[in-house]
């Protein structure tokens, strides 16, 4: 079965610096997916940014860009300028490819960021 | 923002009661998935959908059941609530079956 550990279970980090949080996953599977999620104090689960397995080049969207380590199956979430509405639980999850929509999203417990003024 | 309700989206009910949540997508997805969350457990998949009247489960399903007659409605039901299942529910739903979109969740409390 496959885990998703998230060790920081929270991090701090001051507006306009950069913050990384860890995340890493453990899998015997080669082809997989990977997702970060971002869950304001509004609830909402929010998709931030996705990585393919079969894909060297890390993801990146905007201010957020993911440092995939496949060897070492750690999947860290790099921030950068951080503003005060990227304070949120941020939650990292695992995919493995296969029949579409059988395979469950698999989450880690969650990183609680602060972003202060 | 991919279209999708939930409702209620707060829910106080008795120990013993039915409750039935609604998903609701306006996008056409083929896919859709409840989830509860859990202090500590993070979210887990309870049951999904990958049709019209094609459900399966998931990894906690004991005590839940769905129903999908319509591609844009997804019901889960607690046929007698317990307290275990206080908790606060999110419905996805996903287009080819790996990005999954959230609804805003419903919070579920039994008393």
């Known amino acids: 079965a496959q885990t998703v550990t998230q060790s920081q279970p929270e991090m701090s980090v001051q507006e306009a610096e950069t913050v990384t949080l860890s995340c890493t996953y453990d899998?015997?599977?080669?082809?997989?997916?990977l997702f970060w999620y971002k869950q304001p104090p509004s609830r909402q689960m929010i998709l931030v940014i996705r990585?393919?397995?079969?894909?060297?080049q890390n993801a990146t969207e905007n201010r957020f860009s993911v440092n995939f380590q496949k060897a070492a199956k750690s999947f860290s979430l790099k921030i950068s300028d951080s503003q005060l509405g990227d304070t949120a639980m941020y939650f990292c999850?695992?995919?493995?490819?296969?029949?579409?929509?059988?395979?469950?999203?698999?989450f880690g417990k969650g990183t609680k960021l602060t972003v202060n003024p | 923002d991919a279209g999708i309700t939930q409702s209620p989206r707060h829910k106080v009910t008795e120990t013993g009661t039915p409750v039935t949540l609604r998903c609701h997508q306006t996008?056409?997805?083929?896919?859709m998935y409840w989830y509860r969350q859990d202090p500590g457990h993070g979210l887990r998949l309870i049951h999904y959908?990958?049709?019209?009247?094609?459900?399966d489960k998931g990894e906690v399903s004991d005590g839940y059941s769905v129903s999908r007659s319509k591609t844009e409605d997804f019901l889960l039901t607690l046929e007698s609530a317990t307290s275990s299942q206080t908790s606060v529910y999110f419905c996805?739903?996903?287009?080819?079956?790996?990005?999954?979109?959230f609804g805003p969740g419903t919070r579920l409390t039994v008393t």
């Open positions: 996805a739903i996903s287009e080819f079956g790996f990005e999954q979109y």
């Open positions: 899998t015997s599977e080669n082809n997989y997916y």
């Open positions: 990585q393919e397995a079969y894909k060297q």
């Open positions: 999850a695992f995919m493995k490819s296969g029949k579409g929509g059988s395979e469950k999203l698999v």
């Open positions: 996008e056409n997805h083929r896919y």
């Open positions: 959908s990958y049709g019209v009247k094609d459900t």
